[in-house]
């Protein structure tokens, strides 16, 4: 009780088990085979601070579900996730560290996710609720999927295996995404796309995808490969692809539009 843990470095080894229901700094690096729970006896927030390296391995079990309270944590450091359970609270989960890296086999799922330094993905991250960048740039090599929104004053760029699936606003102030060979996938419902160029781009969930000027593909366009998603382009506006797949079908290179668009040689309401 009334107890802050201070630790220079932290190791889980298999079949051991930490349970922190106080706040806990870790100053070096943490690895972990065994089993983490997070908590609180008496509904109190707890913060974990996670200043080194955090590694988990296989076999590992994170859980932030013990008791009480679910805990908030910051982490400044590199995160890789190869462990075999990992269960987050939809609570603060900010990455603070300057040129570091998010990786591992194991897809982290977190609601809520805040960039304040610059990272680099190169593994499965899924943000169910928010996913903030803040003055500073996110590089995606892997798979990031924001659910909802995607926003902050920072920015996204795409590396060339990047995959960015996102399901509702893209509010972020920049997403570069011209890299050859990245994808951008809208994968919500009704959505407006963000003004930018891209390598491939998706449209995929349902309803339209209304697109601006400004917006360009120098890949491929692919407009409901699944779902019933539709462009929404506005009348005399044209914008720019190399290839158009429309339902799973390539298209022929040429003028594309609505039946409404008698101006474009070949007419598809998709």
Known sequence: SGVDVTLGALTINSGG???AYRQLTVLGATNIT???NFGSTNGTVRNMIFTGAVTLNSGAAWNETTN???ATFSFGNSFTNNATTFTAQNTT???TGATMTISGSTATIIPTVTFTGAYTNSGTLTVATLLTVTGTTLTNNGTITASTALSGTGGVTQGTTGTLNLGR???ITTLTATASGNTVNYIGAAQ???ATTYSNLIF????AKTMSAGTSVTGNLSIAPTGTATASIATDQNLGVNTLTLGGLGRINGTWGSTTATSATYQNNT
């Open 68 to 70: 009480g309270a679910a």
């Open 93 to 95: 989960h900010n990455f």
């Open 169 to 171: 606003t893209s509010g």
């Open 34 to 36: 065994g089993t983490i």
């Open 204 to 207: 995929s969930g349902s309803f």
């Open 192 to 194: 407006t796309v963000k």
């Open 17 to 19: 088990t930490v349970t």
